[in-house]
Protein backbone atom coordinates (compact mmCIF):
# COMPACT_ATOMS: atom_id res chain seq x y z
CA UNK A 1 0.00 0.00 0.00
CA UNK A 2 1.32 3.58 -0.85
CA UNK A 3 1.86 5.62 1.55
CA UNK A 4 -0.27 8.56 -0.04
CA UNK A 5 -3.48 6.78 -1.49
CA UNK A 6 -5.61 4.38 0.37
CA UNK A 7 -6.21 0.64 -0.88
CA UNK A 8 -8.84 0.50 -2.76
CA UNK A 9 -11.39 -2.75 -3.58
CA UNK A 10 -10.98 -4.56 -7.04
CA UNK A 11 -12.98 -6.50 -9.17
CA UNK A 12 -11.02 -9.74 -7.67
CA UNK A 13 -9.13 -10.92 -4.43
CA UNK A 14 -5.58 -10.85 -5.70
CA UNK A 15 -3.82 -14.71 -5.88
CA UNK A 16 -2.04 -15.43 -2.26
CA UNK A 17 1.41 -16.96 -2.93
CA UNK A 18 1.95 -17.31 0.53
CA UNK A 19 1.39 -16.56 4.30
CA UNK A 20 -1.45 -19.48 6.13
CA UNK A 21 -4.87 -20.59 4.62
CA UNK A 22 -7.70 -18.68 4.13
CA UNK A 23 -10.64 -19.23 6.45
CA UNK A 24 -12.97 -16.98 4.58
CA UNK A 25 -12.50 -15.91 1.03
CA UNK A 26 -15.29 -14.01 -1.08
CA UNK A 27 -14.80 -12.48 -4.24
CA UNK A 28 -17.30 -9.79 -6.26
CA UNK A 29 -19.87 -10.73 -3.54
CA UNK A 30 -23.34 -8.96 -4.65
CA UNK A 31 -26.41 -8.48 -2.53
CA UNK A 32 -29.60 -6.28 -4.07
CA UNK A 33 -32.39 -5.85 -1.67
CA UNK A 34 -36.27 -5.25 -3.51
CA UNK A 35 -38.74 -2.65 -1.68
CA UNK A 36 -41.72 -2.69 -4.33
CA UNK A 37 -40.37 -1.31 -7.54
CA UNK A 38 -36.72 0.36 -6.06
CA UNK A 39 -33.58 -2.09 -5.73
CA UNK A 40 -31.69 -1.28 -3.73
CA UNK A 41 -27.59 -3.19 -4.12
CA UNK A 42 -26.76 -3.42 -0.29
CA UNK A 43 -23.65 -5.46 -0.98
CA UNK A 44 -21.32 -4.36 -4.78
CA UNK A 45 -18.78 -6.42 -5.09
CA UNK A 46 -16.58 -7.25 -1.85
CA UNK A 47 -13.65 -9.13 -2.47
CA UNK A 48 -12.49 -10.38 1.35
CA UNK A 49 -9.28 -12.86 1.90
CA UNK A 50 -9.34 -13.17 5.76
CA UNK A 51 -6.15 -15.72 7.34
CA UNK A 52 -7.25 -18.68 9.86
CA UNK A 53 -6.39 -17.61 13.26
CA UNK A 54 -7.03 -13.85 12.72
CA UNK A 55 -9.32 -10.92 13.46
CA UNK A 56 -10.56 -9.23 10.31
CA UNK A 57 -12.69 -6.06 10.86
CA UNK A 58 -15.38 -4.37 8.59
CA UNK A 59 -15.77 -0.86 9.56
CA UNK A 60 -18.47 1.23 8.58
CA UNK A 61 -21.72 2.68 9.53
CA UNK A 62 -25.04 1.59 9.35
CA UNK A 63 -26.34 0.94 5.83
CA UNK A 64 -22.95 0.39 4.84
CA UNK A 65 -23.38 -3.35 3.98
CA UNK A 66 -21.72 -4.60 6.86
CA UNK A 67 -24.34 -7.20 8.10
CA UNK A 68 -25.43 -8.28 5.20
CA UNK A 69 -21.85 -9.62 3.97
CA UNK A 70 -21.81 -11.39 7.53
CA UNK A 71 -25.12 -12.45 6.50
CA UNK A 72 -24.41 -14.18 3.43
CA UNK A 73 -21.06 -15.97 4.43
CA UNK A 74 -22.70 -17.48 7.27
CA UNK A 75 -24.91 -18.91 5.12
CA UNK A 76 -28.42 -16.63 6.12
CA UNK A 77 -28.81 -15.01 2.91
CA UNK A 78 -28.07 -16.49 -0.63
CA UNK A 79 -25.47 -13.76 -2.94
CA UNK A 80 -26.92 -12.38 -6.08
CA UNK A 81 -23.49 -12.26 -7.42
CA UNK A 82 -20.15 -13.65 -6.35
CA UNK A 83 -18.81 -16.37 -4.83
CA UNK A 84 -17.56 -17.10 -1.02
CA UNK A 85 -16.26 -20.04 0.96
CA UNK A 86 -16.12 -20.65 4.36
CA UNK A 87 -12.89 -23.04 5.65
CA UNK A 88 -12.94 -24.24 1.76
CA UNK A 89 -16.80 -24.34 1.93
CA UNK A 90 -19.06 -22.93 -0.92
CA UNK A 91 -21.71 -21.12 1.43
CA UNK A 92 -24.10 -21.84 -1.23
CA UNK A 93 -23.89 -25.16 -2.41
CA UNK A 94 -22.04 -26.34 0.30
CA UNK A 95 -23.97 -24.61 3.16
CA UNK A 96 -24.41 -27.28 6.07
CA UNK A 97 -20.96 -28.01 5.91
CA UNK A 98 -20.52 -23.81 6.88
CA UNK A 99 -23.27 -24.01 9.43
CA UNK A 100 -21.37 -27.23 11.32
CA UNK A 101 -17.79 -24.96 11.80
CA UNK A 102 -19.15 -21.16 12.20
CA UNK A 103 -20.61 -19.16 15.32
CA UNK A 104 -22.57 -16.07 14.77
CA UNK A 105 -24.14 -13.32 16.99
CA UNK A 106 -25.62 -11.05 16.23
CA UNK A 107 -26.29 -6.89 17.18
CA UNK A 108 -28.92 -8.20 19.73
CA UNK A 109 -29.51 -10.98 22.15
CA UNK A 110 -30.83 -14.46 20.66
CA UNK A 111 -31.01 -16.18 23.72
CA UNK A 112 -34.31 -16.74 25.41
CA UNK A 113 -34.41 -14.02 28.48
CA UNK A 114 -37.75 -16.25 29.68
CA UNK A 115 -34.89 -18.79 30.89
CA UNK A 116 -32.00 -18.79 33.31
CA UNK A 117 -28.48 -18.44 31.90
CA UNK A 118 -27.38 -22.25 32.26
CA UNK A 119 -31.17 -23.79 30.80
CA UNK A 120 -30.04 -21.18 27.80
CA UNK A 121 -27.11 -22.97 27.03
CA UNK A 122 -28.23 -26.54 28.00
CA UNK A 123 -30.95 -26.48 25.30
CA UNK A 124 -28.18 -25.77 22.70
CA UNK A 125 -26.17 -27.92 23.74
CA UNK A 126 -28.62 -30.77 23.51
CA UNK A 127 -30.05 -29.66 20.29
CA UNK A 128 -26.00 -29.97 19.18
CA UNK A 129 -26.37 -33.49 20.15
CA UNK A 130 -24.19 -33.53 23.44
CA UNK A 131 -25.66 -35.60 25.77
CA UNK A 132 -26.55 -35.25 29.78
CA UNK A 133 -23.66 -35.19 31.21
CA UNK A 134 -21.40 -33.74 28.55
CA UNK A 135 -23.74 -30.73 28.36
CA UNK A 136 -23.44 -29.99 31.77
CA UNK A 137 -19.91 -30.00 31.53
CA UNK A 138 -19.70 -28.16 28.59
CA UNK A 139 -22.03 -25.08 30.05
CA UNK A 140 -20.15 -25.50 33.24
CA UNK A 141 -17.11 -24.70 31.28
CA UNK A 142 -18.41 -21.71 29.23
CA UNK A 143 -20.05 -20.15 32.28
CA UNK A 144 -17.21 -19.61 34.28
CA UNK A 145 -15.37 -18.36 31.70
CA UNK A 146 -17.36 -15.94 30.66
CA UNK A 147 -17.45 -15.27 34.47
CA UNK A 148 -21.15 -15.94 34.60
CA UNK A 149 -20.78 -18.76 36.66
CA UNK A 150 -22.85 -17.20 39.57
CA UNK A 151 -25.58 -15.66 37.73
CA UNK A 152 -26.15 -19.20 35.82
CA UNK A 153 -29.36 -19.79 38.06
CA UNK A 154 -31.10 -16.36 36.75
CA UNK A 155 -33.28 -15.21 34.41
CA UNK A 156 -31.60 -13.49 31.63
CA UNK A 157 -33.71 -10.98 31.73
CA UNK A 158 -32.22 -10.05 34.64
CA UNK A 159 -28.53 -9.61 33.20
CA UNK A 160 -27.21 -6.26 32.48
CA UNK A 161 -26.62 -5.82 29.42
CA UNK A 162 -22.72 -6.57 29.13
CA UNK A 163 -23.87 -9.89 30.87
CA UNK A 164 -26.50 -10.35 28.05
CA UNK A 165 -23.48 -10.13 25.20
CA UNK A 166 -21.39 -12.56 27.20
CA UNK A 167 -24.17 -14.96 27.47
CA UNK A 168 -25.08 -14.29 23.80
CA UNK A 169 -21.36 -14.61 22.86
CA UNK A 170 -21.54 -18.04 25.40
CA UNK A 171 -24.29 -19.31 23.45
CA UNK A 172 -22.70 -19.17 20.08
CA UNK A 173 -19.85 -21.12 20.93
CA UNK A 174 -21.03 -24.00 22.61
CA UNK A 175 -19.66 -26.07 19.56
CA UNK A 176 -16.90 -23.96 19.43
CA UNK A 177 -16.97 -22.96 16.21
CA UNK A 178 -13.42 -22.43 13.77
CA UNK A 179 -14.98 -19.01 12.56
CA UNK A 180 -16.80 -16.87 14.51
CA UNK A 181 -18.83 -13.92 13.17
CA UNK A 182 -19.31 -11.19 15.38
CA UNK A 183 -21.60 -8.79 14.46
CA UNK A 184 -20.93 -5.22 15.73
CA UNK A 185 -21.07 -7.30 19.53
CA UNK A 186 -20.54 -4.31 22.02
CA UNK A 187 -23.44 -2.25 20.59
CA UNK A 188 -25.31 -0.42 23.31
CA UNK A 189 -22.30 -1.40 25.80
CA UNK A 190 -20.69 1.06 28.65
CA UNK A 191 -17.10 0.46 28.18
CA UNK A 192 -15.92 -1.83 31.07
CA UNK A 193 -18.42 -4.33 29.33
CA UNK A 194 -17.20 -3.40 25.83
CA UNK A 195 -13.51 -4.42 27.06
CA UNK A 196 -14.87 -7.44 28.29
CA UNK A 197 -15.54 -8.46 25.13
CA UNK A 198 -12.48 -7.58 23.94
CA UNK A 199 -10.75 -9.57 26.00
CA UNK A 200 -12.96 -12.58 24.79
CA UNK A 201 -12.30 -12.30 21.20
CA UNK A 202 -8.56 -12.01 22.29
CA UNK A 203 -8.85 -15.58 24.14
CA UNK A 204 -10.61 -16.83 21.23
CA UNK A 205 -8.47 -15.93 18.56
CA UNK A 206 -5.36 -17.22 20.97
CA UNK A 207 -7.40 -20.72 20.98
CA UNK A 208 -7.24 -20.70 17.26
CA UNK A 209 -10.42 -19.34 16.36
CA UNK A 210 -10.98 -17.10 13.26
CA UNK A 211 -12.88 -14.06 13.68
CA UNK A 212 -15.11 -11.65 11.76
CA UNK A 213 -15.95 -8.63 13.72
CA UNK A 214 -18.24 -6.09 12.11
CA UNK A 215 -17.73 -2.64 13.87
CA UNK A 216 -18.61 1.01 13.86
CA UNK A 217 -16.45 1.79 16.78
CA UNK A 218 -12.94 3.14 15.65
CA UNK A 219 -11.82 2.21 18.75
CA UNK A 220 -13.17 -1.52 18.98
CA UNK A 221 -11.39 -2.38 14.97
CA UNK A 222 -8.13 -0.42 16.36
CA UNK A 223 -8.09 -2.69 19.26
CA UNK A 224 -9.09 -5.67 17.69
CA UNK A 225 -8.48 -6.31 14.11
CA UNK A 226 -5.38 -7.66 12.09
CA UNK A 227 -6.71 -6.17 9.03
CA UNK A 228 -9.18 -3.75 8.37
CA UNK A 229 -11.57 -3.16 5.40
CA UNK A 230 -13.50 0.74 5.40
CA UNK A 231 -16.99 -0.73 3.61
CA UNK A 232 -19.03 2.16 2.70
CA UNK A 233 -22.33 1.86 0.59
CA UNK A 234 -21.62 -1.70 0.11
CA UNK A 235 -18.21 -1.57 -1.64
CA UNK A 236 -14.73 -1.64 0.26
CA UNK A 237 -13.39 1.41 -0.20
CA UNK A 238 -9.88 0.73 1.75
CA UNK A 239 -7.94 -2.20 3.46
CA UNK A 240 -4.81 -2.53 5.57
CA UNK A 241 -3.56 -3.15 8.96
CA UNK A 242 -4.59 0.00 11.25
CA UNK A 243 -1.34 1.57 11.10
CA UNK A 244 -1.19 1.29 7.11
CA UNK A 245 -4.77 2.67 7.05
CA UNK A 246 -3.70 5.51 9.33
CA UNK A 247 -0.23 5.98 7.38
CA UNK A 248 -2.38 6.70 3.99
CA UNK A 249 -4.22 9.64 5.08
CA UNK A 250 -0.80 11.47 6.34
CA UNK A 251 2.28 11.23 8.58
CA UNK A 252 0.24 12.87 11.88
CA UNK A 253 -2.53 14.32 13.05
CA UNK A 254 -2.83 16.68 16.04
CA UNK A 255 -5.43 15.98 18.94
CA UNK A 256 -6.74 18.30 21.42
CA UNK A 257 -9.29 19.41 23.99
CA UNK A 258 -10.03 22.62 25.41
CA UNK A 259 -11.21 24.29 27.99
CA UNK A 260 -14.21 25.76 26.66
CA UNK A 261 -16.52 23.99 25.12
CA UNK A 262 -17.94 26.95 23.73
CA UNK A 263 -14.97 27.35 21.33
CA UNK A 264 -14.72 24.19 19.76
CA UNK A 265 -15.97 26.04 16.17
CA UNK A 266 -13.55 28.83 16.73
CA UNK A 267 -10.40 26.49 17.57
CA UNK A 268 -11.32 24.30 14.20
CA UNK A 269 -11.39 27.60 12.11
CA UNK A 270 -7.75 28.37 13.58
CA UNK A 271 -6.55 24.41 12.82
CA UNK A 272 -8.10 24.86 9.37
CA UNK A 273 -6.92 27.39 8.28
CA UNK A 274 -3.23 26.81 9.24
CA UNK A 275 -2.95 23.37 8.38
CA UNK A 276 -5.35 23.14 5.29
CA UNK A 277 -7.17 20.20 6.84
CA UNK A 278 -10.46 20.06 7.90
CA UNK A 279 -10.84 19.00 11.20
CA UNK A 280 -12.60 15.82 12.99
CA UNK A 281 -14.81 16.55 15.52
CA UNK A 282 -15.59 13.46 17.69
CA UNK A 283 -18.70 13.23 20.62
CA UNK A 284 -16.90 14.58 23.57
CA UNK A 285 -17.41 18.83 22.95
CA UNK A 286 -13.77 19.70 24.52
CA UNK A 287 -11.98 17.56 21.53
CA UNK A 288 -10.62 18.18 18.03
CA UNK A 289 -8.07 16.76 15.74
CA UNK A 290 -6.86 17.37 12.41
CA UNK A 291 -4.90 15.38 10.21
CA UNK A 292 -1.19 16.96 9.47
CA UNK A 293 -0.31 17.48 6.24
CA UNK A 294 3.09 15.83 4.79
CA UNK A 295 4.97 19.51 4.63
CA UNK A 296 2.52 20.88 7.87
CA UNK A 297 5.60 20.79 10.70
CA UNK A 298 6.11 24.49 10.28
CA UNK A 299 2.04 25.22 10.75
CA UNK A 300 1.31 22.48 13.62
CA UNK A 301 4.27 24.84 15.42
CA UNK A 302 2.47 27.85 14.96
CA UNK A 303 -1.07 26.11 16.15
CA UNK A 304 -0.72 26.88 19.81
CA UNK A 305 0.54 30.51 19.67
CA UNK A 306 -2.40 31.33 17.27
CA UNK A 307 -4.98 29.93 19.44
CA UNK A 308 -3.25 31.35 22.54
CA UNK A 309 -3.73 34.81 20.94
CA UNK A 310 -7.62 33.90 20.53
CA UNK A 311 -7.98 33.21 23.51
CA UNK A 312 -8.72 29.84 23.60
CA UNK A 313 -6.74 27.99 26.46
CA UNK A 314 -5.89 24.65 25.07
CA UNK A 315 -4.83 22.12 28.10
CA UNK A 316 -4.28 18.83 25.90
CA UNK A 317 -2.39 19.00 23.06
CA UNK A 318 -0.76 16.22 21.15
CA UNK A 319 1.01 15.27 17.71
CA UNK A 320 0.69 11.70 16.82
CA UNK A 321 -0.90 9.43 14.33
CA UNK A 322 -3.95 9.84 12.23
CA UNK A 323 -7.04 7.70 13.89
CA UNK A 324 -9.43 5.81 12.27
CA UNK A 325 -12.15 8.61 12.14
CA UNK A 326 -9.55 10.32 10.34
CA UNK A 327 -8.96 7.96 7.74
CA UNK A 328 -12.72 7.65 7.49
CA UNK A 329 -13.13 11.22 7.22
CA UNK A 330 -10.38 11.52 4.40
CA UNK A 331 -11.74 8.10 2.35
CA UNK A 332 -15.37 9.34 2.03
CA UNK A 333 -15.46 12.40 2.94
CA UNK A 334 -17.25 12.62 5.89
CA UNK A 335 -16.70 11.50 9.59
CA UNK A 336 -18.04 7.79 11.28
CA UNK A 337 -21.49 8.15 12.95
CA UNK A 338 -21.91 9.21 16.85
CA UNK A 339 -21.42 5.57 18.51
CA UNK A 340 -25.13 5.80 18.85
CA UNK A 341 -25.46 4.68 15.73
CA UNK A 342 -27.31 7.58 14.41
CA UNK A 343 -25.53 8.06 11.00
CA UNK A 344 -28.75 10.52 9.98
CA UNK A 345 -30.54 8.36 8.09
CA UNK A 346 -33.55 6.54 10.07
CA UNK A 347 -33.46 4.38 6.73
CA UNK A 348 -30.02 3.19 7.14
CA UNK A 349 -30.20 0.26 9.84
CA UNK A 350 -30.18 -2.78 7.63
CA UNK A 351 -33.16 -4.98 8.31
CA UNK A 352 -34.03 -8.65 8.77
CA UNK A 353 -35.05 -10.06 5.32
CA UNK A 354 -37.81 -12.21 4.61
CA UNK A 355 -35.86 -14.36 2.65
CA UNK A 356 -33.08 -15.40 5.47
CA UNK A 357 -33.64 -18.93 6.58
CA UNK A 358 -33.38 -20.49 9.57
CA UNK A 359 -30.01 -21.89 10.99
Known sequence: MSD??????????????????????????????????????????????????????????????KTTVVRMLATLLQPDGGSARVLGHDVVREADAVRSAVGLTGQYASVDEDLTGTENLLMLARLYGFTGGA??????????????????????????????????????????????????????????????????????????????????????ADQLADRIAVIDHGKVIAEGTSTELKR?????????????ATQRAEAAA???????TEPTLPTDPYAL????????????????????????????????QPSLDEVFLTITGRPLPDEDGDDGDAGSREPVHAEEVSR
Request: proline letters at 6%; glycine letters at 12%.
Open 248 to 260: SVGQGAVSMRLAD
Open 270 to 276: VVERLLG
Open 135 to 220: ARRRVSGLLDAFSLSDAGGRQVKTYSGGMRRRIDLAASLVLAPRVLFLDEPTTGLDPRSRNQVWDIVRVLVEDGATVLLTTQYLEE
Open 289 to 320: SARVPDDGAHAVAQILPALDEAGIAVPEFTLG
Open 4 to 65: ATPARSTNHTAPRTSGPPLAVEASGLVKHFTSGKKVTKAVDGIDLAIPTGSVFGLLGPNGAG
